[in-house]
């Protein structure tokens, strides 16, 4: 039998390993960043082209690298950081793994200038493909300049699975404002075609999250520091009344090296806990120093993971931190350790009928005389005291009486219903509606009668279909009206999001949304949809961004259809509430004229259909 296995070559063997650590520009960006950072730059400037995949640069004022080290850093496995295996349990350093920079030249054209502290030449290299096809001295400044350009250009498979600009350029913006916030000492600058996105002088780190998130930010800021023999926390947490309905803006660093943990979010929010609305989330930007020896980030070759030596502690103290830093602040709710608990006073129950409450009460005082300790008593009756039951439960038929009460029936609802049974008919076959009555439950879900059984409609998931295909149908036509606020709101966004939104601007103004740029990041919104209920319209707006978002990450969709999927989810969300039985059947009436009635854009069922054998089985079991 002939030898198969033979060594891969280097360029191949390279584009593996970039498969690995370089996945989009971002990648790359976050790569020379941390590079720049490792070579003490006190300044660092970021120049993009075309979301990066044009041209990713980066200048520093770092230490910069010799002829030998500028050529050997484009080999396998070559770093400066590492020489022993304890080394890998004492890393303080970015970068370290030694595969960035080989990775990164194996594909795309990479050219480097770079001239070390106190000598006079410089070494200039071009790189394409992993191949050096330049290698000369040269005159530049100290530090490092490295532009990676025409990304994937020599595996366009790759190249063709990358996002759009606006999503690529919003995953460079936060690798950006990681390193940025880590590294509030150092002065930062990002041009994304020419433009200038950021200019962060040396700052202190309250005034780099203001730089980079915005001036509204400065009111909202928490101290948050904890001292343990163990690890240190430090940082700041977001206020609860600033909370967003928007992820996006949590950030954990571990020994100034960002990182992604549910567990320790989760230590974070369970010290909100109480003081958010639901899907509200703070703001909090917190660093962890901890001993190198006591965590691994050798993970993932992204090094956005990190294991603890001892977890359940450092989530104790991380939780402890916040929790503090919000009792400091007088956000956390307190005790009145003064009123004493068991001898709080009762508040009477209200309920509307106060006609049952007063015959019931006359009864229930009579069974109290004489029991003066502990007034408003009743004491279970007894089997002989038959009086005493039969006015008890007489209270208690009237409180029910109202359930055995029908509405009236409207003949409005008749013609709705009787046109939701027609088209029903045809729909369904045998299953057609039996009866105009539909019934709501817990406000999330419709049951309505046909022939072979029920049919349940999920009421967000229905009116997400509608949305969707009225808000597409708006777009394709431009055909949306807009009703102007009374007071235009200025709204204030964080740099990915005011880049975003200008990008949209043509589609929002589709939408209806009226806006203009009042400059930097900020826009004043002067109209909305003019369907939608004017209240909040700041959230509503962040809520859309960050759905939208959320789609492009996630889903390969046009402009249009995002937004139309972004506004529709959005909005459905916000429409649970209890529905009038003319708004229950138009409802079922505009989902079947729906050319997808059956499903969300997103692929949730909007209905199932439980047939009478069905039903019948429910009881049978057990």
């Known amino acids: 039998m002939p030898d198969i296995i033979h060594l ?59 002829d030998t080290d500028a050529r050997m850093c484009f080999e396998r496995h070559a770093t400066s950081k590492i020489s022993t295996t304890e080394d890998l349990f004492r890393i303080k350093t970015m970068g370290f793994r030694g595969e960035a920079m080989a990775s990164i ?20 290299l071009i790189v394409e493909g992993s191949a050096i096809t330049l290698h000369e001295p040269v005159v530049v400044p100290e530090g490092t300049s490295i532009a990676v350009k025409n990304l994937f250009f020599n595996v366009p498979a790759r190249r063709n699975f990358l996002k759009t600009n606006a999503v690529e350029m919003r995953h460079i913006l936060d690798e950006f404002q990681r390193v940025a916030l880590a590294y509030p000492e150092v002065a930062f600058s990002l041009y994304h075609n020419d433009v200038e996105v950021f200019n962060l002088p040396v700052a202190k780190l309250s005034q780099r999250v203001v730089s980079i998130f915005g001036s509204n930010y400065k009111g909202q800021l928490a101290l948050c ?97 916040a929790k503090k830093a919000l009792g400091a602040h007088s956000i956390a709710p307190s005790l009145d350790f003064e009123s004493d608990v068991n001898f709080a006073p009762l508040q009477p129950i209200r309920i509307q009928d106060n006609n049952f409450f007063n015959e019931f009460d006359t009864d229930r005082d009579k069974e109290s005389k004489g029991n003066s300790s502990f007034p408003g008593f009743t004491p279970p009756a007894s089997s002989g005291n038959t009086g005493s039951r039969r006015a008890t439960s007489k209270g208690w038929e ?8 029908e509405p009236p029936v409207q003949e409005e609802r008749i013609t709705s ?64 009206t807009s009703q102007a606020l009374l007071f235009p709101q200025t709204v204030e966004l964080s740099t990915a999001d005011a880049t975003l939104i200008k990008e949209l601007a043509a589609e929002f103004k589709d939408m209806g949304f009226l806006f203009e740029d009042f400059g930097g990041n900020t826009i004043i919104l002067n109209g909305i949809p003019a369907d939608i209920h004017a209240a909040n319209e700041k959230e509503l707006l962040e809520e859309l961004i960050e759905q939208y978002k959320n789609n492009a990450a996630n889903l390969k969709l046009d402009k249009r259809e995002n937004l139309a999927r972004a506004m529709a989810k959005r909005l459905a969300s916000r429409l649970q509430s ?19 009635p059956n499903y969300t854009p997103g692929g949730q069922k909007t209905l199932v259909i439980m047939e009478l054998g069905q039903l019948h089985e429910l009881f049978l079991k057990g």
Do not use: W
């Open 8 to 66: 891969l070559p280097d360029y191949l063997a390279n584009q593996i390993a970039a498969g690995e650590v370089v996945q989009r520009p971002a990648s790359v960006v976050k790569e020379l960043l941390e590079n720049a950072i490792d070579a003490q730059a006190t300044s660092i400037q970021l120049i993009v082209k075309e979301a990066g995949k044009q041209l990713v640069q980066v200048v520093d004022n770092g230490v910069g690298m010799s």
């Open 398 to 405: 009237q409180l029910y009486e109202p359930l055995k009460q």
């Open 225 to 321: 520091e904890e001292e343990t023999p163990f690890l240190n926390v430090h940082g700041y947490i977001g206020k609860p009344e600033f909370a967003k309905k928007t992820r996006g803006e949590q950030f954990f660093f571990v020994n100034n090296r960002f990182v992604k943990s549910g567990y320790l979010n989760h230590a974070v929010m369970t010290a909100f806990e109480g003081l958010l609305p639901k899907d509200n989330y703070p703001f909090y930007v917190l660093f962890i120093d901890i001993e190198p020896d006591r965590i691994d980030i050798n993970v993932h070759p992204t090094k956005t993971e990190i294991k603890f030596e001892d977890e359940k502690t450092v989530y104790a103290i991380v939780h402890a931190a």
């Open 578 to 596: 209890r529905m009038s039985d003319l708004e229950m059947n138009s409802l079922v009436d505009k989902l079947f004229a729906c050319q997808v």
């Open 417 to 480: 219903a009787s046109s939701t049974m027609s088209f029903l008919d045809d729909a369904f076959s045998d299953n057609s509606v039996t009866s105009s009555k539909t019934l709501q439950v817990h406000q999330k879900y419709l049951l309505v009668q046909v022939k072979s059984g029920i049919m349940i409609v999920d009421q967000q998931a229905a009116q997400e279909r509608i949305l969707y295909e009225k808000y597409m149908s708006s777009l394709q036509k431009k055909s949306v």
């Open 105 to 124: 030249a194996a594909v795309a054209q990479v050219e480097l200038k770079t001239k070390p502290q106190h000598t006079e030449i410089g070494t200039h």
